[in-house]
């Protein structure tokens, strides 16, 4: 399988375990698991795949477990990370996710991964899409993850002891949409929402314990779609 580029088995009813041997895989660039019957663990050895040069791993609806490995830092050309709905998915989100340079797309959300967003999210400068919801994640949101320039859409729902919203959003001027839902928020809406934000669409702040008045920049970005 030296030769295998493209490895996609997806809706379909394999089960078992994903093999360590994906990691001799060297010139493996897409991997995608999609609505399987996968168990177990992600193997280490992922980290070695396509001799770090893997561009798209898709591990989606699936029964996979035991936590994301640090060595996924070694795929740092890798552009889409989807991994959710693993429900029995647990551990942390590993600080070495901040390697992987070439993310645009991350999608961490419907499993059972606990622990903080790392700060080292914000070394990721051409992220898009940053999506973490139906998780076991808690602590506030980092405040690095709004020097991510390339930023266009935030979703994070139910992250508890989320504290207040950094002011900080007002450097991600690309975002279309912030969708914040019950994540327990506190204090005001920043200012900072709208004032920079001219492509700002959606923005989703309800189910929060945010207090004071909306601001007035809030009615800037002038193709603003929905307001909660």
């Given amino acids: 399988m030296a030769s295998l580029e493209r490895f996609i088995f997806s809706h379909n009813s394999f089960s078992g375990t994903l093999p360590t041997e994906i990691g001799t895989c060297a ?4 991997l995608q698991a999609d609505t399987t019957s996968l168990a177990g663990s992600i193997p280490t050895e992922i980290g070695t795949a ?3 040069e893997v561009r798209v791993l898709q591990l989606v609806n699936s029964h996979l477990s035991l936590g994301i490995p640090t060595e996924i830092g070694r795929q740092t050309a890798m ?19 901040g390697s992987m340079k070439s993310m645009d797309q ?4 419907a499993n059972s991964i606990t622990g903080p967003i790392p700060s080292e999210i914000g070394r990721l400068t051409r992220m898009r899409f940053l999506w973490c919801e139906e998780t076991s ?16 859409d935030l979703k994070l729902f139910g992250i508890r002891g989320s504290g207040s919203l950094p002011t900080e959003i007002g450097q991600t001027t690309l975002l279309t949409s912030v969708r914040l839902h019950a994540m327990g928020l506190t204090g005001p809406i920043p200012s900072e929402i709208g004032i ?3 492509s700002l669409l959606k ?6 314990e945010l207090t004071g008045t909306m601001s007035s920049s809030l009615g800037r970005p002038p193709y603003m779609q929905l307001l909660s």
């Fill in 79 to 97: 552009n889409v990370f989807w991994l959710f709905k693993n429900s029995a998915l647990t551990g942390t989100v590993p600080t070495e996710l």
């Fill in 27 to 30: 010139r493996l660039d897409e």
């Fill in 137 to 152: 994640l808690s602590g506030t949101i980092p405040t690095e993850l709004f020097a991510v320039p390339a930023l266009v």
């Fill in 203 to 208: 923005l989703e702040l309800h189910q929060n």
């Fill in 50 to 52: 396509g001799d770090g």
């Fill in 196 to 198: 920079q934000h001219n």
């Fill in 106 to 109: 991350l999608y961490l959300y």
